[in-house]
């Protein structure tokens, strides 16, 4: 990793200061490919302020001196939605065994020095601090052939996969953005990846 990068975590009420900048960290990374999510500051600001409800919630911050350049969160998986919650309930995995990642987002120009590898192993490390026994997340599902994927795409599947995580095709749930083809917002399939700590 870079030496001029600062790993740093917050949570519960410390993340407050940081949202303006998170939140266009968020729209800005979720822009590319595989989300080409087309939001709103406004909704990014309330969206973020979710995690400053419970204390047991985690940012991970990625610092070039005062600029947060990226950032991955986390929270108790009984804190989110029914959305995220269903399918583990689904498949009789105890919701407050779970601690959930939520966005993991880094400017381009930042990627391949090690900094992906520290946003999950901080996250790990805070979710068994609080006695979680499973960390899980979920990615969008694309088609192959869309047209917006850029050529020699790598999908993170052999990163997680090396991480220890384990792609769950019976674990699926849809959350709602609008594209930047589309005029409104649309369901998207996400998939669940899950990995437990003994």
């Keep these: 990793m870079s030496r001029n990068i600062d790993i740093k975590t917050v949570?519960?009420?410390?993340?407050?200061?940081?949202?303006?900048?998170?939140?266009?960290?968020?729209?800005?990374?979720?822009?590319?490919?595989p989300y080409l999510y087309d939001g709103s500051d406004e909704y990014?600001?309330?969206?973020?302020?979710?995690?400053?409800?419970?204390?047991?919630?985690?940012?991970?911050?990625?610092?070039?001196?005062?600029?947060?350049?990226?950032?991955?969160?986390?929270?108790?998986?009984?804190?989110?939605?029914?959305?995220?919650?269903?399918?583990?309930?689904?498949?009789?995995?105890?919701?407050?065994?779970?601690?959930?990642?939520g966005e993991s987002v880094l400017l381009s120009e930042y990627r391949g020095l090690g900094i992906g590898k520290s946003f999950i192993l901080e996250r790990e490390k805070h979710a068994l601090s609080h006695g979680f026994s499973i960390t899980a997340f979920c990615g969008v599902v694309r088609p192959d052939d869309h047209p917006r994927k850029p050529e020699g795409y790598r999908p993170l599947n052999t990163f997680w996969e090396k991480m220890g995580y384990e792609k769950q095709p019976q674990m699926t749930t849809h959350f709602e953005w609008q594209d930047l083809d589309e005029s409104r917002p649309s369901p998207k399939e996400m998939m669940f990846w899950l990995k437990h700590h003994t």
Excluded: C
């Design 11 to 33: 949570s519960g009420s410390e993340i407050e200061r940081y949202i303006p900048s998170l939140a266009w960290l968020r729209r800005t990374v979720f822009h590319e490919f």
């Design 44 to 101: 990014e600001q309330a969206y973020l302020r979710t995690y400053t409800k419970s204390e047991k919630s985690i940012f991970v911050l990625a610092l070039d001196g005062q600029k947060v350049v990226g950032a991955a969160s986390g929270m108790p998986l009984s804190k989110e939605t029914n959305e995220v919650k269903k399918p583990f309930t689904e498949n009789a995995i105890p919701v407050d065994d779970v601690f959930y990642f």
